[in-house]
T-cell receptor
Framework: QKEVEQNSGPLSVPEGAIASLNCTYSDRGSQSFFWYRQYSGKSPELIMFIYSNGDKEDGRFTAQLNKASQYVSLLIRDSQPSDSATYLC?????????????FGKGTTLSVSS | SAVISQKPSRDICQRGTSLTIQCQVD?????MFWYRQQPGQSLTLIATANQGSEATYESGFVIDKFPISRPNLTFSTLTVSNMSPEDSSIYLCSADRNTEAFFGQGTRLTVV
């Protein structure tokens, strides 16, 4: 059974700080990794995806992947109160085409002003 | 990003009845997916729906309880059958575009 693990939090950071969200996955054969943001009562919104080892940057967000350690992280620079949400790490299920995802339980981020 | 319209957005249903949730994508997609998000929990994949073939269900989900239709490349339905209060959840459909998965707005189902 493939699993995705996240610290549920809450993770609290002051406005302007860097928020670091972490995720580990069990299947060494996993190929695709996604970070979603979910506001309360809303559906998940894709922030970033990463396939290759290393860093991928998009604006204030940086995803980091280390396949040897089976570890994915998301850094949010200059955190804003509007970043307060639950962040979901997801991994492609891998045994079929398309983006069937296995989700972690999510980390709740709270950014205080 | 893909635009996915899902309806109804919410419903309150009597136990023992069934509810069909519809999902419409703004362009053709090969695969669509259905997820469940129980209160306070993360998303769990129910099944994958391909056009022209039977849906593939994940462990713990069966066709009799969650029949799925995929009549064309832009539309899918999920039926929650013979509902019980334990089926109270948010149900979400998802579709791929350029290997990224996008979600509909979700259906918040309450079974009383």
């Amino acid at each position: 059974q493939k699993e995705v693990e996240q610290n549920s939090g809450p993770l609290s950071v002051p406005e302007g700080a860097i928020a670091s969200l972490n995720c580990t996955y069990s299947d060494r054969g996993s190929q695709s990794f996604f970070w979603y943001r979910q506001y309360s009562g809303k559906s998940p919104e894709l922030i970033m995806f990463i396939y290759s080892n290393g860093d991928k940057e998009d604006g204030r967000f940086t995803a980091q992947l280390n396949k040897a350690s089976q570890y994915v992280s998301l850094l949010i620079r200059d955190s804003q109160p509007s970043d307060s949400a639950t962040y979901l790490c997801a991994v492609n299920k891998g045994d079929q085409a398309g983006t069937a995802l296995i989700f972690g339980k999510g980390t709740t981020l709270s950014v205080s002003s | 990003s893909a635009v996915i319209s899902q309806k109804p957005s919410r419903d309150i249903c009597q136990r023992g009845t069934s509810l069909t949730i519809q999902c419409q994508v703004d362009s053709q997609v090969t695969m669509m997916f259905w997820y469940r998000q129980q209160p306070g929990q993360s998303l769990t994949l129910i099944a994958t729906a391909n056009q022209g073939s039977e849906a593939t269900y994940e462990s713990g989900f069966v066709i009799d309880k969650f029949p799925i239709s995929r009549p064309n490349l832009t539309f899918s339905t999920l039926t929650v059958s013979n509902m019980s209060p334990e089926d109270s959840s948010i149900y979400l459909c998802s579709a791929d575009r350029n290997t990224e998965a996008f979600f509909g707005q979700g259906t918040r189902l309450t079974v009383v």
